[in-house]
């Protein structure tokens, strides 16, 4: 079997064991080159491979060191600008407790002998009070970088994309990692809900038998009041004054938006200088970010008034002209690396992202 053909097989046993990381695993482009050491990723992606590693070890082992090398890449460890073999004894740790059958040399909180559960941070300031045994060898990133295959803003897309797949089935420390991706900024839910209970979606409140009321007679069920959730469209700036931080704290705010409308769909608008066709999401790496021109969201707020929304969020850096008269819609405007305190309209809400 060749090197190529291990890797592939490796790669499908990586993705049964863990579906939730299916879409990271098939990012991966394998390098393979005699300069390699075992199979170790660089921050762009590559897995380089020792022809030789590849060859010898069982394609089991290699499935787990590929699931490994994606949990650096996903937890950006190989970009934190932190290295050296403490760093990357506490990375290892953070990464294999949630893998489990690890190689023999392979760094462990159990073989450590410290705690599960921790974050590397946590197991870095540990390291300095134990000894490690000398058997255990972290990995580190590649020494060598390979080329650039994707931008930052696509690895943030997968990122995101991983993260909305990762259910109370997965470890942990998998756990914790998506919700701190997905964790927006602002309150969401909060918000949205604050609105509800001012009257601001359609319907106000209504009886419903979906959920039915908790005093019905003897043999008699009687409807509940419920207040519907507010259909919501999200105006994203993307014109080229926002950069690619900027972009992905609106990617962040958008799938907090749709948690707080349980992920049953909102529609996306896309803004620059012109209004970009309605798109129909119900996770954020969904949205495809187009514009990088000029800065014109009052085309954006005139084609947010056709799905007839009850609540409009525009994520901008505010530098834009804005619609002159109120909204039909009650409008949060969500300031993302605003310079200054740009000139938003008395009648919209406003909240900023933090950087």
Same mark, same amino acid.
């Given at each position: 079997?060749?090197?190529?053909?291990?890797?592939?097989?490796?790669?499908?046993?990586?993705?049964?064991?863990?579906?939730?990381?299916?879409?990271?695993?098939?990012?991966?482009?394998?390098?393979?080159?005699?300069?390699?050491?075992?199979?170790?990723?660089?921050?762009?992606?590559?897995?380089?491979?020792?022809?030789?590693?590849?060859?010898?070890?069982?394609?089991?082992?290699?499935?787990?060191?590929?699931?490994?090398?994606?949990?650096?890449?996903?937890?950006?460890?190989?970009?934190?600008?932190?290295?050296?073999?403490?760093?990357?004894?506490?990375?290892?740790?953070?990464?294999?407790?949630?893998?489990?059958?690890?190689?023999?040399?392979?760094?462990?909180?159990?073989?450590?002998?410290?705690?599960?559960?921790?974050?590397?941070?946590?197991?870095?300031?540990?390291?300095?009070?134990?000894?490690?045994?000398?058997?255990?060898?972290?990995?580190?990133?590649?020494?060598?970088?390979?080329?650039?295959?994707?931008?930052?803003?696509?690895?943030?897309?997968?990122?995101?994309?991983?993260?909305?797949?990762?259910?109370?089935?997965?470890? +942990?420390?998998?756990?914790?990692?998506?919700?701190?991706?997905?964790?927006?900024?602002?309150?969401?839910?909060?918000?949205?809900?604050?609105?509800?209970?001012?009257?601001?979606?359609?319907?106000?409140?209504?009886?419903? +038998?979906?959920?039915?009321?908790?005093?019905?007679?003897?043999?008699?069920?009687?409807?509940?009041?419920?207040?519907?959730?507010?259909?919501?469209?999200?105006?994203?700036?993307?014109?080229?004054?926002?950069?690619?931080?900027?972009?992905?704290?609106?990617?962040?705010?958008?799938?907090?938006?749709?948690?707080?409308?349980?992920?049953?769909?909102?529609?996306?608008?896309?803004?620059?200088?012109?209004?970009?066709?309605?798109?129909?999401?119900?996770?954020?790496?969904?949205?495809?970010?187009?514009?990088?021109?000029?800065?014109?969201?009052?085309?954006?707020?005139?084609?947010?008034?056709?799905?007839?929304?009850?609540?409009?969020?525009?994520?901008?850096?505010?530098?834009?002209?804005?619609?002159?008269?109120?909204?039909?819609?009650?409008?949060?405007?969500?300031?993302?690396?605003?310079?200054?305190?740009?000139?938003?309209?008395?009648?919209?809400?406003?909240?900023?992202?933090?950087?």
């Amino acid at each position: 079997m060749s090197v190529m053909d291990r890797f592939a097989a490796a790669r499908l046993l990586a993705a049964a064991r863990a579906p939730y990381l299916a879409s990271a695993l098939f990012a991966l482009t394998p390098l393979v080159h005699e300069d390699a050491v075992g199979a170790c990723a660089d921050a762009n992606w590559n897995l380089h491979l020792s022809p030789a590693t590849a060859q010898a070890i069982p394609v089991e082992e290699l499935a787990w060191s590929l699931l490994h090398q994606v949990g650096h890449l996903l937890r950006d460890h190989l970009v934190s600008g932190r290295d050296g073999v403490t760093w990357n004894t506490a990375n290892d740790a953070e990464i294999n407790d949630d893998l489990g059958a690890a190689p023999a040399t392979a760094v462990t909180p159990d073989r450590l002998g410290l705690p599960s559960g921790l974050m590397a941070a946590d197991y870095h300031r540990l390291l300095d009070l134990i000894d490690v045994p000398s058997e255990l060898t972290p990995c580190g990133g590649a020494p060598f970088t390979g080329p650039a295959v994707m931008s930052a803003l696509e690895r943030d897309l997968l990122a995101r994309a991983v993260a909305s797949r990762i259910r109370g089935e997965a470890p +942990y420390g998998w756990r914790r990692w998506a919700e701190s991706v997905l964790r927006p900024s602002v309150d969401w839910r909060r918000a949205l809900a604050f609105l509800v209970r001012r009257g601001l979606s359609r319907g106000q409140v209504d009886y419903s +038998y979906r959920r039915p009321s908790r005093r019905g007679l003897p043999h008699v069920v009687l409807p509940a009041m419920v207040r519907p959730s507010p259909r919501v469209v999200v105006l994203a700036d993307t014109s080229g004054s926002l950069g690619e931080p900027a972009l992905r704290r609106v990617l962040g705010e958008i799938e907090g938006v749709l948690r707080a409308c349980g992920h049953r769909g909102v529609e996306v608008i896309c803004c620059d200088a012109a209004a970009r066709p309605v798109q129909r999401v119900t996770r954020a790496a969904e949205v495809e970010l187009v514009g990088g021109g000029g800065t014109d969201l009052r085309k954006g707020f005139e084609a947010a008034d056709a799905p007839r929304p009850d609540v409009v969020v525009a994520l901008t850096d505010g530098d834009t002209p804005w619609p002159e008269r109120r909204r039909r819609a009650h409008v949060i405007v969500c300031l993302v690396d605003a310079r200054g305190t740009p000139d938003v309209p008395p009648w919209a809400s406003v909240v900023r992202v933090a950087a």
